[in-house]
């Protein structure tokens, strides 16, 4: 008799999103899938629409990364209308989507991810919270993270135009120039930024690393797979989150493709499966050979990890010093002159977005610090409609595409958006996947303890699917419920945050 | 986060925020209430006190952020309970804040819990906190207008907000 187990989040009281664990007859995991309902109708919403209308529209897809989506937008919109924004235009953008980053970073660290390792991945649910991070590590980290967030929240605000869904982005270039006092402020935020950033390296070294039931978790082959890697890279071979091109390492760590954006649709394709409303984006190069890992299974992830694996080295010195830290840990030898054999333990996420966390702060001063910062030059009026765009950015949670293509008049006619988490969909399911076979032997019993570890499979991921789709947990109460193939309930187990 | 804003002595400061996806069809539905309540404020309103209305599309610790600082805060978001058809209108307190639509997220806490942050961390809270919640019926698709049971609640909890308001 084959028993289902389901992870059930009830944030909203119907259930959006589950984890469903398929067990055989001898009480061992035969297969994985997780689910949630797709948003409907985007694609219809916008065509017909103005394609300057974009920027405003896809940043209301979502409230996680509306800066991303915004970024996306913009850039799609510079090749819509064949304009190249003036330099100081590009570094403003950048330097908004640094500030974008370091929140982005510290809310997954400190509420999300961070406190199945700061609480422990076997302490009850209630405790794993943000709740239990402060109970652990004390107020006044608390308060940290909360000016953290306030202080780069106040430059989204003055360089985006709006504190949640920003207005700034415009074909060709940004709405406004910098002045030297506002220049001023946001390097102070920058350097701040840098001291919260080695603060919680210096936490997560602490209490995870030198904890050591938890980097043996880290290092244990149960959040292991060789798949490969995506991030965008600059014309050094260096991570950049802003513009760059798409750059590919297969498992074993040899380039394996490195194209413009623009080119994604040579490079990607998507599968659908029956029971799922999502897509499965691979290499198409490689082929979607099921949910395999391998250099020989087109499954691909694009995460603060596989940026690291990519990248010839950081950008920013004081992030250099924690990624070759961090590449030592895992003993990995070096592939080129400045970048490793790929990091395929998925739990060294966390620990990856801490390094980006050091590496944004470190790009927002270098931005802010430099000359042309505060250039009125900060757009080119387009002239023409190219007709076709395609923008990209790294999200936080994974490379974020936008492909527009429009009418003679600059009305949308295609829209077609592969957002970060669609990136992981095949990679969030493997590893659930392995999470739960290694966790759930022989029909052995369900603790909360063993549910925890598949969630943090995939809360790894940073998932943010009320764009991709709507909802999955994060900390949220469980329903676990087994029930037999005939999905007559056989247990159910409940735990409550 | 806290904002900063013209100081007013003796007057209640307010927040309105108005929860959910202005594309996202029903989800739409406390953005929209928020905006009617906005355009009513003003002289006709004397005894509203100081008020500020914004839009969110987020919640655990950016509503929380939200609303720290103010005397009162009002929220206004899509709810699916099942307690009725929709356009039923829920009032909540601060202990019921799971059920909200919007105010719990993916890439947040929820604000029931955010609210506990800021309790620990003694960040200045409203000590007023209202929540009115409309059952929907579709919040999946995206689309700009509202189905006709939810639209036909938006006067009543405009009313409703008003009425609290200047009370």
Redesign the interface.
């Known amino acids: 008799m084959t028993k289902r187990i389901t992870i059930d989040p009830i944030?909203?009281?119907?259930g959006h999103g589950k984890i469903e664990i398929f067990l055989d007859d001898a009480g061992d995991v035969e297969h994985t899938y997780f689910q949630v309902?797709?948003?409907?109708?985007?694609e219809?919403?916008c065509l017909g629409r103005k394609a300057e209308d974009m920027p405003n529209?896809t940043n209301?897809?979502?409230?996680?990364?509306?800066e991303a989506h915004h970024m996306a937008a913009t850039k799609a919109l510079d090749a819509v209308f064949g304009v190249e924004p003036p330099p100081a235009a590009k570094k403003i953008r950048e330097l908004f989507y640094s500030a974008f980053y370091v929140t982005?970073h510290t809310?997954?660290f400190y509420?999300?991810g961070g406190p199945d390792f700061i609480v422990g991945p076997d302490a009850p649910a209630s405790e794993r919270?943000?709740?239990g991070v402060?109970a652990k590590v004390g107020?006044e980290i608390?308060?940290k993270v909360?000016d953290c967030?306030?202080r780069n929240?106040?430059i989204i605000k003055l360089l985006g135009g709006r504190?949640?869904?920003p207005t700034a982005g415009l074909p060709g270039g940004w709405s406004r120039a910098i002045a030297e006092t506002e220049r001023a402020h946001i390097e102070q935020v920058a350097r701040d930024n840098i001291d919260f950033a080695l603060f919680s390296l210096q936490a997560f070294d602490d209490l995870v690393l030198k904890n050591t039931a938890y980097l043996e978790l880290i290092l244990s082959d149960v959040y292991v797979h060789r798949t490969y890697g995506m991030g965008t890279v600059d014309a050094n071979g260096q991570v950049n989150f802003y513009d760059g091109q798409i750059r590919v390492v297969d498992p074993a760590g040899s380039v394996f493709a490195q194209y413009d954006a623009a080119d994604y649709a040579q490079h990607l394709s998507e599968t659908v499966l029956p029971y799922s409303y999502l897509k499965y984006p691979y290499l198409k190069r490689v082929g979607w050979h099921g949910f395999e890992d391998g250099a020989r299974s087109g499954i691909y992830a694009a995460t603060p990890l596989t940026r690291l694996n990519v990248t010839e080295g950081m950008p920013t010195p004081r992030a250099q010093e924690h990624f070759d830290r961090m590449y030592a840990t895992f003993g990995c030898a070096k592939v080129t002159d400045r970048r490793y054999a790929p990091i395929h333990h998925r739990l060294a996420t966390h620990w990856a977005r801490l390094i980006e966390l050091l590496y944004a702060s470190e790009r927002m001063l270098e931005l802010a610090t430099d000359p042309e910062i505060t250039s009125p030059l900060v757009r080119v009026i387009p002239e023409r409609i190219v007709g076709e765009g395609v923008g990209s950015v790294e999200a936080p949670r994974g490379t974020l595409t936008h492909h527009y293509k429009t009418d003679e008049r600059g009305l949308l006619t295609m829209v077609n958006l592969i957002v970060g988490t669609t990136n992981n969909h095949a990679a969030i399911t493997l590893s659930i996947k392995k999470a739960a076979q290694s966790l759930i032997k022989k029909g052995s019993v369900v603790t909360d303890g063993i549910l925890n570890k598949v969630e943090m499979a995939f809360r790894l991921y940073?998932?943010?699917?009320?764009c991709a789709t709507?909802?999955?947990?994060?900390?949220?109460p469980l329903i676990v419920r087994i029930r037999d193939r005939q999905g007559a309930l056989v247990q159910e187990l409940r735990q409550d945050? | 986060m806290t904002r900063p804003r013209a100081t007013r002595t003796r007057t209640t400061r307010t927040v309105v925020i108005g929860v959910g996806n202005p594309i996202l069809s029903d989800d739409s539905v406390g953005i929209r209430i928020a905006r009617q309540v906005q355009c009513c404020l003003g002289a006709a309103m004397p005894d509203a006190g100081d008020v500020e209305v914004t839009e969110m599309y987020a919640g655990g610790l950016r509503l929380m952020e939200a609303l720290t600082g103010y005397d009162r805060a009002f929220l206004i978001d899509a709810v699916e309970t099942g307690d009725g058809p929709p356009g039923t209108v829920h009032t909540f307190a601060r202990q019921d804040l799971r059920a909200l639509r919007n105010v719990s997220g993916v890439h947040d806490t929820s604000l029931g819990m955010a609210l506990q942050v800021a309790d620990r961390l003694s960040l200045p809270l409203p000590s007023d906190i209202r929540i009115w919640g409309v059952e929907i019926e579709d919040g999946m698709a995206f689309g700009e207008e509202l189905t006709p049971a939810v639209a036909a609640a938006v006067p009543r909890v405009v009313g409703a907000v008003l009425a609290a308001l200047q009370s």
């Open positions: 944030t909203r009281l119907e309902p797709e948003l409907r109708g985007f219809q919403f529209i209301r897809i979502c409230g996680v990364c509306p982005d809310t997954h509420a999300l919270n943000i709740l402060i107020v608390g308060r909360i967030r306030s929240h106040g504190a949640i869904h940073d998932p943010c699917l009320s709507h909802s999955l947990p994060g900390h949220m945050s």
